[in-house]
């Protein structure tokens, strides 16, 4: 009993916690009655999947993906009739879209301590898949990255694909580089597909990787996940399908519990301050959290390297999402 008054009070001083944020910004969102729910609805002339049920500023709403192209949506419940359904029959009645078929390849190769999920894109094209962590931090945003990303694709493709993976404390202390941030999108410079990267991002400096992050004991990953989600929604943000666990560190359990989220794990095969290097195709991780000089140096670097191949659309950026519908569409 007293582990469910904590997890109660934690989860109501989060939520009066964002409501002061909001509200001094002038964002005067409210969720309220957050919860994983599984549903299938006819929207927009097709299927399309609930993830989320929820109160948005007190109307009933749906977080939703299209299973097809795995874009995702709020939208008011309004006169929608859903049909209730398990995961399991999610996985089942979806089978055959690009979203459950990446869900299946990410619990097949779920074994790994680092790298669980998706960790590469195109195979034959030219180009890779920006991903930028940012993990709590009290530096500011590394804002050269994304002015360098517009500045040398401003004539070729705007705007520009990335996806931002996202902790809900750094959400917290900077309001102003998210706001910045979402200027750029509003200006169309650049798309984000905004990646859950969970709340707290818990991370010991000699605890054994198995027993670190999120694999630390005691975690509650429910909050870890829709925590970060209802702060996105706050923010104005919309949650993807996508998540970056902390440190790329998970093992099966993690996985396969975070598949039952309707959540699809991303991790990278070239983190650049780690040595690794972007290939065609690849998953691109750098830091823009200000903890992480040497990989923003080195991909600034590599935008130089490509500045030709830019210019000659020989070399691009690619959506997250559209990797997977190519990947895995029929």
């Not at 989860?11 to 409501?19: E, G, Q, V």
């Not at 002339?45 to 500023?57: E, G, M, P, T």
């Not at 940012?134 to 705007?159: A, G, M, W, Y």
């Not at 706001?179 to 509003?186: A, D, G, I, R, T």
């Amino acid at each position: 009993m007293k582990r469910f008054f904590n997890r109660v009070l934690k989860w109501t001083c989060i939520i009066c916690l964002w409501w002061g944020i909001t509200s001094t910004a002038g964002a005067q969102i409210t969720v309220a009655g957050y919860k994983r729910y599984f549903a299938v609805i006819k929207y927009e002339n097709k299927d399309q999947l609930v993830l989320r049920k929820f109160k948005k500023d007190d109307a009933e709403s749906f977080l939703i993906v299209d299973p097809a192209v795995l874009s995702t949506q709020v939208i008011p419940v309004g006169n929608l009739s859903p049909k209730v359904l398990s995961w399991q029959d999610v996985l089942s009645y979806f089978k055959d879209s690009p979203y459950v078929k990446t869900i299946k390849d990410a619990a097949r190769l779920s074994g790994s301590l680092q790298d669980a999920g998706i960790i590469h894109g195109f195979p034959k094209e030219k180009g890779i898949i920006l991903t930028i962590d940012l993990c709590p931090s009290h530096k500011p945003l590394d804002r050269v990255i994304f002015t360098s990303l517009i500045t040398e694709f401003q004539r070729t493709e705007k705007p520009v694909p990335i996806a931002i993976s996202i902790s809900g404390r750094w959400m917290l202390t900077h309001s102003s580089d998210l706001k910045w941030l979402k200027e750029l999108v509003s200006s169309g410079d650049i798309l984000i597909t905004w990646v859950n990267h969970s709340y707290n991002h818990r991370v010991s400096a000699k605890a054994p990787l198995k027993t670190n992050f999120l694999l630390e004991p005691g975690t509650d990953l429910d909050f870890e996940i829709l925590g970060t989600e209802i702060a996105m929604i706050q923010q104005g943000l919309m949650p993807s399908v996508f998540f970056r666990f902390p440190g790329l560190v998970s093992d099966s359990q993690a996985v396969a519990k975070l598949l039952t989220y309707g959540l699809i794990p991303v991790g990278s095969d070239a983190w650049l301050a780690k040595g690794q290097s972007a290939k065609a195709g690849s998953i691109v991780l750098i830091h823009g959290n200000g903890n992480e000089e040497l990989g923003v140096k080195d991909f600034i670097l590599l935008l130089k390297d490509k500045q030709l191949q830019v210019q000659g659309k020989q070399w691009m950026m690619y959506d997250l999402r559209q990797s997977v519908e190519e990947e895995f569409g029929q």
